[in-house]
């Protein structure tokens, strides 16, 4: 069974940077999808970019220019590297995987731009 661990979210101030990773362990089949979803309260879950396994990547237009998806395939790892944030960027931010074997999500780190 794939599991998802996230880390790196915290408190930064408005500007700041962060850099969220989420390690994939447990995989005995090829993940061809991985991608960063968050949820801030009261509201849904919302796509943040995703990036297949040829590398092509997908941005929700409120991320664009500031956010930066990248994988690891050797380590099955995606990181998402968030600059310039803003406090609408608060949120819980979950990794999501999916492979020929099925789906898994992590349980979620919490991000918090404020000042």
């Known amino acids: 069974q794939v599991q998802l661990v996230e880390s790196g979210g915290g408190l930064v101030q408005p500007g700041g940077s962060l850099r969220l990773s989420c390690p994939a362990s447990g995989v005995r089949f090829s993940i061809y999808y991985m991608g960063w979803y968050r949820q801030a309260p009261g509201k849904q879950r919302e796509l943040v970019a995703d990036?297949?396994?040829?590398?092509?990547?997908n941005y929700a237009d409120s991320v664009k220019g500031r956010f930066t998806i990248s994988r690891d395939n050797a380590k099955n790892t995606v990181y998402l590297q968030m600059n310039s944030l803003k406090p609408e960027d608060t949120a819980v931010y979950y990794c999501?995987?999916?492979?020929?074997?099925?789906?898994?999500w992590g349980q979620g780190t919490l991000v918090t731009v404020s000042s």
């Open positions: 999501h995987a999916r492979g020929s074997g099925g789906g898994a």
């Open positions: 990036v297949l396994v040829d590398g092509r990547t």
